[in-house]
């Protein structure tokens, strides 16, 4: 068992495997080239800052790095889990935490069972040695990273500020309500955009959602307070809207609604200020047959989302078009689907789309972006 101290700070890095080469670089580019010391997976690194505190904000502040954390010890497991439990016991002790939770990550693991059981193993082990177990409210999350038969550990939370609001192993800052009640898995996109670039959505406040089928973001932004306009030729799930919204729906050319009850149709051609009357607005239609200056009609806004599956620098040019409807201050919120490789290329080439219109551009890989990233920006 070794124990880290003083001389040697070591951490381990967490990303997405879909985004392991740009990880690496901008690691790299944050640390220093020789910090790598160990992969753990193609997903989890461990890098070694000599006698230096790991520049943390610089990696909550990077494009691909989800977040590090303080590695505390490592564990050969290869005969059981007794040494391990017995360190946890005495760190959660040492360190004063009234409770704690085991995560388990299995990389590459001589142990066939999964996560699961090994957490239940290791905490019913550590009671043994004292230590109160709280799943629900633990006082400590310890992070177990299984890799061959040793044990890395690290503590997730607490005095990991940065890292705190970007779950890896477990989605447990998952919001309940989107859980309960969320129309659709992209709701943890919006919900991990608004925690991580901190944006307010304030009650009356006007939001334009391009590409809102079937709904989730929508739903989000009126659970928020916002009055939506929603753009999609497809179908929106109005029935799972928070209950008593005023909904209504402006059909496209040749497009129907099959559910209109209780929803007011309409006139596409006689849209204009008149929808404030309502929570939300859907537009069924495709984006390109609507004329900005009908969008101008009907803002100015105070935020946009536009999670459309097209090449990123296509949203990024829908979103300067669009920014004539916007507020000035007003927040953008684009998914940057990313096609190809040419990851680099395609972020500089949206940014540059956008240089005119918004500014404080940022992009992050957030933990539910598929092979996507979340493009920030305030209009100009
Ligand atoms: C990933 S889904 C959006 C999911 C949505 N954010 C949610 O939370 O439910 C992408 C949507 O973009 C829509 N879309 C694709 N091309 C479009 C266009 N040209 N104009 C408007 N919507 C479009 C699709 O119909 C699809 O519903």
């Given amino acids: 068992m070794s124990n880290f101290n003083g001389k040697s700070m070591k951490y381990i890095v967490f990303f997405d495997k879909r985004f392991l080469q740009q990880s690496i ?3 790299r580019s944050i640390l220093g080239e020789s910090k790598i010391l160990k992969y753990l997976s193609d997903s989890v690194i461990i890098v070694d800052t000599g006698e230096k505190k790991a ?3 610089a990696i909550y502040d990077s494009v691909f790095l989800y977040k590090t954390e303080e590695l505390i010890f490592e564990v050969e497991v290869a005969s059981g889990y007794s040494a391990l439990e017995e360190k946890l016991a005495s760190v959660q002790k040492e360190k004063g935490y009234a409770s704690s939770k085991t995560e388990v990550l299995k990389e590459a693991a001589f ?3 999964n996560a699961k059981s090994i957490e239940v193993e290791i905490g019913t082990g550590m009671e043994k040695y004292g230590a109160r177990i709280d799943l629900l409210n633990p006082g400590a999350v310890f992070h177990v990273i299984i890799n061959g038969s040793t044990a890395y550990v690290s503590i997730a939370g607490s005095d990991n500020a940065y890292g705190a609001t ?3 192993f477990r989605n447990r800052n998952m919001d309940r309500d989107i859980v ?3 129309i659709s898995r992209a709701e943890f996109k919006i919900h991990e955009a608004i925690d991580y670039f901190n944006i307010k959505v304030c009650e009356g406040s006007r939001a334009l959602d391009i590409g809102a089928a079937p709904g989730g973001w929508s739903r989000y932004l009126m659970k928020k307070g916002a009055d939506v306009v929603a753009i999609d030729a497809g179908r929106i799930n ?4 928070p209950q008593g919204s005023r909904i209504a729906v402006a059909l496209g050319k040749e497009r129907e609604i099959a559910d209109a009850e209780d929803i007011d149709v309409l006139d596409m051609e006689k849209l204009d200020g008149s929808w ?4 939300l607005l859907h537009i069924k239609e495709l984006f390109g047959n609507i004329k900005i200056s009908e969008l101008v009609k009907l803002g100015p806004f105070d935020i946009m989302c536009i999670d459309i599956n097209i090449p990123a620098q296509e949203s990024a040019i829908i979103a300067a078009v669009c920014s004539e409807a916007l507020k000035k201050g007003a927040f953008l919120i684009l998914t940057l689907k990313m096609t190809d490789d040419k990851i680099e290329q395609a972020m500089a080439k949206s940014k540059e789309a956008l240089g005119a219109t918004y500014e404080d551009i940022r992009v992050k890989k957030l933990p539910h972006d598929r092979k996507e990233l979340t493009l920030f920006a305030v209009k100009i």
């Fill in 180 to 182: 309960e009640n969320g």
């Fill in 276 to 279: 404030k009357g309502y929570d």
């Fill in 238 to 241: 109005y029935e799972a809207m």
């Fill in 166 to 168: 970007l779950d890896y």
């Fill in 55 to 57: 520049d943390l904000k």
């Fill in 25 to 27: 670089n901008e690691l």
């Fill in 111 to 113: 142990d066939e069972r």
